[in-house]
């Protein structure tokens, strides 16, 4: 292990994954929570889909990234500590990293394993960069991570849109926790999928090699490992469509027949044509983004946008 890495397991509490379970399961519609998606298959069905023609979000953003990050740099200043919630294979802070000089990184990823591999493997690149690899649910404990992190201002990275899959409330309270563990000198730069085309929005989930249908489904075999359950993955029906008075995608797994499946200790009926809420993924205009941010505490400090407005990156500072 190099010097200028180190790795901390936060454990999430079986229990408490179960009781979100079996609370969505009980609800009207069901929904299992999107976290469940990332097991090791997920996590490599999401980098295949991100390669697919008709998910361009990933493109999108890496282009900005890419050609922006000098600009980008000037904006959110050099030297900061950089805390990446959901940092995947920490590929996007590598387009950044050079501009940015950051002194220390710290990624957070719920799936621990190659969390460890992708943030090791980039401490060995940058031996100058100090690395603070966090394996934990950063919904339930991200303010555990505080006396973890090194010294330095911190500029909270969230690339990748994943701000979309929370409810507009959500979205703001998620923010507002960035916001109050960055302090009154920390930064936020944050990627989003912008309104545009409704048909061009619904294509990117509906892929025709059928990868975000493998992703969606894949999500019921987790839920059984993690749960001792047996959903039948063949049961189900992947369904996505764009929604324009929400602003947003949403992914169901629609049951095929009439079906029980046991999970975490307990019985739940699926009649046929019965759907289970898998994921939102909001699309939101530059501003009405801006706003958001802003209730959150977040001052607007720059904005970066691709060809079409199709996906935006913006920077705030504490406001
Ligand atoms: C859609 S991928 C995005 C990865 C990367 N940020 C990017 O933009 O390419 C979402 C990542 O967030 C992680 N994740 C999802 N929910 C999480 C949670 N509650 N806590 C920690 N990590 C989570 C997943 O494991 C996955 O690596």
Redesign the pocket.
């Given at each position: 292990m190099t010097d200028n890495f180190r790795f901390h397991l936060i454990p999430a509490s079986p229990t408490d994954l179960a009781a979100e379970a079996l609370a969505g399961l009980r609800a009207r519609p069901k929904r299992l929570p999107c976290?469940l998606f990332?097991d090791e298959a997920g996590?490599a069905l999401?980098e295949a889909i991100c390669a697919t023609p008709e998910y361009d979000l990933?493109r999108n953003e890496t282009a900005l990234l890419r050609t922006q990050a000098a600009s980008i740099a000037d904006a959110v200043g050099r030297g900061a500590c950089l805390v990446e919630?959901?940092?995947?294979g920490c590929?996007?802070v590598g387009l950044l990293l050079d501009a940015l000089a950051p002194a220390a990184y710290a990624p957070?990823?719920?799936?621990g394993e190659s969390l460890e591999r992708a943030a090791q493997a980039l401490a060995a690149r940058r031996p100058g960069l100090r690395v603070t690899a966090c394996a934990?649910?950063?919904?339930a404990d991200l303010e555990r991570i505080a006396p973890l992190l090194p010294d330095g201002r911190r500029v909270f990275f969230y690339?990748?849109s994943?701000i979309g899959n929370f409810t507009p409330e959500e979205a703001i309270a998620l923010l507002a926790r960035f916001r109050r563990l960055a302090g009154t000198d920390g930064g936020l730069l944050i990627g989003f999928d912008c309104k545009k085309h409704p048909g061009r929005i619904s294509r990117a989930y509906n892929d025709e090699q059928g990868l975000t249908a493998r992703f969606n489904l894949n999500l019921l075999g987790h839920a059984n490992r993690l749960l001792d359950g047996n959903f039948d993955p063949g049961g189900f029906a992947h369904h996505a469509f764009y929604e324009p008075v929400e602003g947003r995608i949403e992914m169901h797994l629609v049951s095929l027949r009439d079906q029980t499946v046991r999970i975490a200790g307990d019985e739940i009926s699926f009649p046929r044509g019965e759907t289970l809420h898998t994921e939102n993924s909001y699309k939101y205009l530059p501003g009405e983004f801006a706003a958001l941010a802003g209730a959150a505490g977040w001052a607007p400090a720059g904005e970066w946008l691709a060809e079409e407005a199709a996906f935006a990156v913006q920077h705030f500072r504490a406001a």
């Amino acid at each position: 292990m190099t010097d200028n890495f180190r790795f901390h397991l936060i454990p999430a509490s079986p229990t408490d994954l179960a009781a979100e379970a079996l609370a969505g399961l009980r609800a009207r519609p069901k929904r299992l929570p999107c976290k469940l998606f990332y097991d090791e298959a997920g996590l490599a069905l999401f980098e295949a889909i991100c390669a697919t023609p008709e998910y361009d979000l990933c493109r999108n953003e890496t282009a900005l990234l890419r050609t922006q990050a000098a600009s980008i740099a000037d904006a959110v200043g050099r030297g900061a500590c950089l805390v990446e919630p959901g940092a995947g294979g920490c590929e996007k802070v590598g387009l950044l990293l050079d501009a940015l000089a950051p002194a220390a990184y710290a990624p957070l990823d719920i799936a621990g394993e190659s969390l460890e591999r992708a943030a090791q493997a980039l401490a060995a690149r940058r031996p100058g960069l100090r690395v603070t690899a966090c394996a934990m649910d950063f919904l339930a404990d991200l303010e555990r991570i505080a006396p973890l992190l090194p010294d330095g201002r911190r500029v909270f990275f969230y690339p990748g849109s994943s701000i979309g899959n929370f409810t507009p409330e959500e979205a703001i309270a998620l923010l507002a926790r960035f916001r109050r563990l960055a302090g009154t000198d920390g930064g936020l730069l944050i990627g989003f999928d912008c309104k545009k085309h409704p048909g061009r929005i619904s294509r990117a989930y509906n892929d025709e090699q059928g990868l975000t249908a493998r992703f969606n489904l894949n999500l019921l075999g987790h839920a059984n490992r993690l749960l001792d359950g047996n959903f039948d993955p063949g049961g189900f029906a992947h369904h996505a469509f764009y929604e324009p008075v929400e602003g947003r995608i949403e992914m169901h797994l629609v049951s095929l027949r009439d079906q029980t499946v046991r999970i975490a200790g307990d019985e739940i009926s699926f009649p046929r044509g019965e759907t289970l809420h898998t994921e939102n993924s909001y699309k939101y205009l530059p501003g009405e983004f801006a706003a958001l941010a802003g209730a959150a505490g977040w001052a607007p400090a720059g904005e970066w946008l691709a060809e079409e407005a199709a996906f935006a990156v913006q920077h705030f500072r504490a406001a």
